[in-house]
């Protein structure tokens, strides 16, 4: 039986972008879902897309999410797709553009932004940017599944027709890489419950990663880590976020990572898109502050949803200060104004993004690594550091001292820690950091105390053969 359908016609009008028209089914079932029956085993040809078009059984999201990822890795190859990823939803959604038969329509994945009146556009570029090839997703939509800004939508678009700007949402398949029916439950990332870090995110690596070496022992960084890192300028920052990051892919591979670049060079954004397996976004210093406030405001939304889903997520951000300064030129003045020309009330949203940062009771973590700028010349950069300083749980302070002398990773030992650092540590190793704490302490000189620890680091295979020496040592002594 052929179902009717009924047309219904948004006359919302919207300064910047122009609408499109909504059609959308009058059945409930018909808007989250294609089919409901499973889908038989498609024998598909070593031919590409051409031949897989011609694929009798129509593929959905639903059937392919439950596939092994072997399989669907597998089915991707046949298809002539290459693809390097574990995401079952990326994979899925690559195979069902290829196999697409409906005409007039093609599948279509985005982050969710929703604007203030309501409608919302899921935006396709890498860096979040406005594009024509951005999807309009109407009001209907997004009050009946239950969607919130940052959220992944997967689902069945038009192209525009004549006169409009943007691809059209027809029907809502997936949120989040689920089924958009079973999203409605989720509860509110305001309301899950913040604890301490109690799982520490392994930082070593290899013998020669002196840098993740000394993390792990000096300042261990937990799952819901809110870490600063405080840095110079030309003191290996960079090096080291880029360190981290490769440290969590290799370590953890169950972790979600982001890396958001803000006000950065682009030779810088392309370099760290070669370096990290994990997901880039920037937005570069040739972009308009407003654009660096609404970028950085999409990622922490996007890493608040999949914390909502239960899982571990770390963004590393680049750069506090930089986030400062354009939160500065786009917020509205307040009629008062701290030491270096910074207005109190442009602290709040860089605040908010760090301070999301929490290990959460109910499952899954936000981990936030960002840098701060110091010793700048810039009196609002000082500003914003000392803001920053005692908001988070964890320091890593890099020293001009040690960069200047060309020791690296140029880490301050005695300035660098992480607080309840006691719930990231087994108790031996505790003792045994504790120790080294202390002849660390000893040393009057900080450039002396961290070369000698990066060279007696150079001559042992890892850090519990490192810190059997350093017990031993203590007891001989």
């Known amino acids: ?29 018909a808007v989250s879902f294609g089919s409901d029956g499973p889908a038989a085993d498609t024998l598909l040809s070593e031919e590409p897309s051409a031949t897989a078009r011609a694929v009798t059984k129509e593929l959905n999201f639903r059937d392919l999410i439950q596939e092994p990822l072997s399989d669907l890795r597998r089915r991707a190859k046949r298809l002539g797709i290459e693809l390097e990823t574990d995401d079952k939803s990326e994979l899925a959604y690559r195979i069902l553009q290829v196999t697409n038969k409906e005409p007039g329509t093609e599948y279509a994945w985005g982050i969710l932004e929703i604007l203030p009146d309501g409608w919302g556009f899921l935006r396709r570029h890498p860096n979040l940017q406005n594009t024509n090839e951005d999807v309009y997703v109407s009001q209907s939509q997004i009050k009946r599944f ?35 029916d079973s999203v409605r439950a989720r509860k509110d990332f305001e309301q899950l419950t913040p604890l301490y870090p109690n799982e520490r995110l392994v930082m070593e690596t ?34 080291l976020l ?58 922490l939304e996007r890493a608040k949803r999949l914390v909502e889903q239960g899982k571990d ?62 010793d700048t010349g810039s009196r609002m950069d000082e500003v914003i550091f000392e803001e920053f300083k005692g908001t988070g749980n964890m320091e890593l302070v890099l020293s ?26 087994p108790k031996e190793e505790l003792m045994a950091i504790w120790q080294l704490r202390r002849l660390l302490a000893n040393q009057e000189d900080m450039v002396e105390a961290t070369e000698q620890l990066i060279r007696l680091l150079q001559r042992t295979r890892s850090n519990r053969e490192f810190l059997q020496q350093v017990v031993l040592r203590v007891q001989t002594s």
């Open 242 to 299: 880029k360190s981290i990051a490769n440290s969590i892919t290799t370590n953890h591979p169950e972790v979600v990572l982001l890396v958001l670049l803000v006000d950065e060079r682009p030779e810088e954004v392309t370099d760290m898109r070669r370096s990290v397996r994990g997901l880039v976004i920037s937005s570069t210093f040739d972009e308009p502050p407003e654009n660096h406030m609404r970028v950085a405001d999409l990622v």
């Open 400 to 425: 001009r001292e040690l960069s200047e002398r060309r020791i690296f990773p140029a880490i301050d030992v005695k300035r660098s820690g992480t607080r309840h650092e006691e719930l990231l540590y």
């Open 313 to 374: 997520v770390v963004v590393l951000l680049d750069s506090l200060t930089r986030f400062g300064r354009a939160s500065n030129l786009t917020t509205s003045p307040s009629g008062r104004t701290l030491s270096g020309g910074l207005d109190p009330a442009a602290l709040y949203r860089p605040k908010r993004f760090f301070g999301a940062a929490r290990n959460i009771e109910e499952g899954g973590s936000l981990t936030v690594v960002a840098t701060c700028l110091i």
């Open 146 to 180: 239950g969607l919130r800004t940052g959220d992944l939508v997967f689902g069945v678009a038009r192209p525009p027709k004549e006169g409009e700007k943007y691809y059209g949402l027809l029907r809502v398949e997936a949120v989040n890489g689920i089924p958009a």
């Open 1 to 29: 039986m052929r179902r009717k359908t009924r047309t219904a016609t948004t006359t919302l009008e919207e300064p910047t972008e122009t609408l499109i028209t909504e059609t959308r089914p009058l059945e409930d079932e």
């Open 206 to 239: 290899t013998p020669d990663n002196i840098s993740g070496r000394i993390i792990d022992l000096i300042a261990p960084i937990g799952k819901g880590q809110r870490a600063l890192i405080v840095a110079p300028p030309k003191a290996g920052k960079t090096t």
